[in-house]
């Protein structure tokens, strides 16, 4: 009972881990990008640390106001902000935890696309994985997964074995 149990654990664990992974892999080629956020200039709405995906096919000229966005800062930087106000110029920002706007921070020729929607937590795991020693433990926890999984498959495959082998003793 307790291996039948561990094995359906370590089985859901690793699909999870697989299901995010593809996932990710599946959003980038579709054209949906996938941003860690690293401030809290958008909380409560969305959290430091969360894995954002943003619509790249979104246009421009659908945006409107209160529609939140990813556009590029002068410096490089991504920035994910709430649309506050539409003008002629481009459109003015704002993160929901500022008391400022960003004034007029995005043009169409800084426009990433629409946020979708953002995954709290995740990105920080993400994060943590890619570092190498995040690369090391995740390697590692998943072999160590693959292991139990194999050890308690075994333990099944030993007991179908062992009463061929009885049959087959029986049958002598």
């Given at each position: 009972?307790?291996?039948?149990?561990?094995?359906?654990?370590?089985?859901?664990?690793?699909?999870?881990?697989?299901?995010?992974i593809f996932?990710?892999?599946?959003?980038?080629?579709?054209?949906?990008?996938?941003?860690?956020?690293?401030?809290?200039?958008?909380?409560?709405?969305?959290?430091?640390?969360?894995?954002?995906?943003?619509?790249?096919?979104?246009?421009?000229?659908?945006?409107?106001?209160?529609?939140?966005i990813a556009?590029?800062?002068?410096?490089?930087?991504?920035?994910?902000?709430?649309?506050?106000?539409?003008?002629?110029?481009?459109?003015?920002?704002?993160?929901?935890?500022?008391?400022?706007?960003?004034?007029?921070?995005?043009?169409?020729?800084?426009?990433?696309?629409?946020?979708?929607?953002?995954?709290?937590?995740?990105?920080?795991?993400?994060?943590?994985?890619?570092?190498?020693?995040?690369?090391?433990?995740?390697?590692?926890?998943?072999?160590?997964?693959?292991?139990?999984?194999?050890?308690?498959?075994?333990?099944?495959?030993?007991?179908?074995?062992?009463?061929?082998?009885?049959?087959?003793?029986?049958?002598?």
């Amino acid at each position: 009972m307790i291996k039948k149990v561990g094995n359906i654990i370590i089985n859901t664990i690793i699909a999870i881990i697989l299901f995010v992974i593809f996932g990710i892999f599946i959003l980038n080629l579709t054209g949906f990008r996938t941003y860690i956020v690293e401030s809290g200039s958008m909380e409560p709405a969305i959290q430091t640390g969360s894995l954002c995906i943003v619509n790249t096919h979104a246009d421009y000229d659908d945006v409107q106001t209160g529609d939140i966005i990813a556009f590029r800062l002068a410096t490089g930087d991504m920035a994910t902000h709430r649309v506050i106000r539409i003008t002629p110029d481009g459109l003015e920002t704002k993160g929901d935890h500022a008391k400022n706007s960003d004034g007029i921070s995005t043009t169409s020729k800084n426009f990433v696309g629409q946020t979708i929607c953002a995954i709290p937590k995740l990105g920080i795991l993400l994060r943590q994985l890619t570092t190498q020693r995040g690369i090391i433990l995740g390697v590692t926890g998943i072999l160590s997964l693959i292991l139990l999984n194999t050890l308690f498959s075994s333990s099944k495959n030993t007991k179908f074995y062992d009463k061929i082998k009885e049959k087959g003793e029986k049958q002598k």
